[in-house]
């Protein structure tokens, strides 16, 4: 728990404010039934792989520091372009606000993509983020290049109500992409922080 409050820059009085609660492994039928909650359709349903740690930490900490740490945290909206390249990148201690994280501060929000809020890096582009994706469904398959945008959401039980804020918003934003072919993509990432 100290290393996800240190990752998320939080104190222990402030996780009480926003609602966090504290971090467990859970089981994919758990996933499944929250994700019902936040009217995730299964085919869109995904749990991080633990596997992703490996990638993060193979990573060179003294070029990439701040890059690593902001692909640590446990609310992103990552939004690729046809491509594969990150186009706009949304995480939780950039948002800011008390009690909740304020995703739409400066209208960042009212365009889509979303305008930049958290810096935009290359160590993530679709093709690779995709390989450390698990489907709930066991079948479904994401492939690169397959949308105009793909929006990877990252969503966890412990995070609360932040979650919930976070996916309705994404939802929200995605309404200005009238003509392009969109996806969006929801990842819980509870057991991976639950490994940490």
């Not at 994700?35 to 869109?44: L, V």
């Not at 450390?132 to 966890?156: C, E, F, H, M």
Request: aromatic letters at 12%; proline letters at 4%.
């Amino acid at each position: 728990m100290i290393l996800l409050l240190t990752l998320t820059s939080c104190s222990s009085l402030l996780t009480g404010v926003y609602g966090i609660h504290k971090v467990h492994t859970t089981n994919d039928l758990t996933i499944l039934e929250n994700s019902n909650k936040y009217k995730i359709p299964i085919e869109d349903s995904y749990v991080l792989d633990s596997s992703y740690i490996t990638f993060l930490r193979s990573l060179d900490s003294s070029r990439y520091q701040e890059q690593i740490k902001n692909h640590y945290q446990p609310l992103q909206a990552l939004y690729y372009d046809q491509s594969g390249q990150l186009c706009s990148f949304q995480i939780n201690c950039y948002a800011g606000g008390i009690p909740n994280l304020r995703w739409k501060r400066d209208n960042i929000m009212s365009v889509f993509p979303p305008a930049i809020q958290a810096p935009i890096d290359s160590i993530l582009p679709l093709v690779r983020h995709l390989q450390y994706l698990r489907p709930l469904d066991n079948k479904t398959k994401i492939s690169a290049g397959q949308y105009d945008t793909t929006i990877i959401v990252y969503w966890s039980l412990f995070m609360g109500r932040q979650s919930k804020r976070l996916i309705r918003t994404v939802r929200e934003n995605s309404k200005f992409a009238i003509t392009k072919n969109i996806k969006i993509i929801y990842v819980n990432n509870d057991n991976f922080f639950a490994s940490l």
